[in-house]
T-cell receptor, first 116, second 114 residues
């Protein structure tokens, strides 16, 4: 069965430093996609970055990069040069390509706090 | 600009009441989803729909039903609300097709059942 695990319930980082949020996944499928979403205190879910299982290069979007290690089944999010506005919940999610309707399986989330 | 809207941001209901949560998207998306979010558990899928009048159970459908009569609207129904259904409810939608199609989320409805 598919599963996403985020083992860090909460993390602190100093402003302007880099931080890595961990995500491991379990799937028997060869074709899947991995997503990271950010949820500020206001509640909306904001899509950050996507990595496909066959993508050879790690995905990057501005200050966000995804450290994809397929053999270890990990998809860690790296945020460079943290800003106060990065304080939020972060969710890792996975979609198996052939699942009907594009369902996502989410991890438990990591609450990131950026200190000034 | 893509948009998913939910009928209420905050809702307070009493045990036993019938509750309707409405979700509307304006992106002509085929797929729509209802999640519930609880601390420490992340988002869990209640129901989803990949076409009008089609629905599929997610991981925690018990106590819920859904309705999709039009492509843009997906309703979550609590037939008889209970206190353990106090939670944040998030609606999402996306295009059918490749797995890189991100889900777009509504602002969420924080439901309290007294």
């Amino acid at each position: 069965a598919q599963k996403i695990t985020q083992t860090q319930p909460g993390m602190f980082v100093q402003e302007k430093e880099a931080v890595t949020l961990d995500c491991t996944y379990d799937t028997s499928d060869q074709s899947y996609g991995l997503f990271w979403y950010k949820q500020p205190s206001s509640g909306e879910m904001i899509f950050l970055i996507y990595q496909g299982s066959y993508d050879e290069q790690n995905a990057t979007e501005g200050r966000y990069s995804l450290n994809f290690q397929k053999a270890r089944k990990s998809a860690n999010l790296v945020i460079s040069a943290s800003q106060l506005g990065d304080s939020a919940m972060y969710f890792c999610a996975m979609r198996e390509v052939y699942n009907q309707g594009g369902k996502l399986i989410f991890g438990q989330g990591t609450e990131l706090s950026v200190k000034p | 600009d893509v948009k998913v809207t939910q009928s209420s941001r905050y809702l307070v209901k009493r045990t036993g009441e019938k509750v309707f949560l409405e979700c509307v998207q304006d992106m002509d998306h085929e797929n729509m989803f209802w999640y519930r979010q609880d601390p420490g558990l992340g988002l869990r899928l209640i129901y989803f729909s990949y076409d009008v009048k089609m629905k599929e159970k997610g991981d925690i459908p018990e106590g819920y039903s859904v309705s999709r009569e039009k492509k843009e609207r997906f309703s979550l129904i609590l037939e008889s609300a209970s206190t353990n259904q106090t939670s944040m409810y998030l609606c999402a939608s996306n295009l059918a097709g490749p797995n890189y199609n991100e889900q777009f989320f509504g602002p969420g409805t924080r439901l309290t059942v007294l």
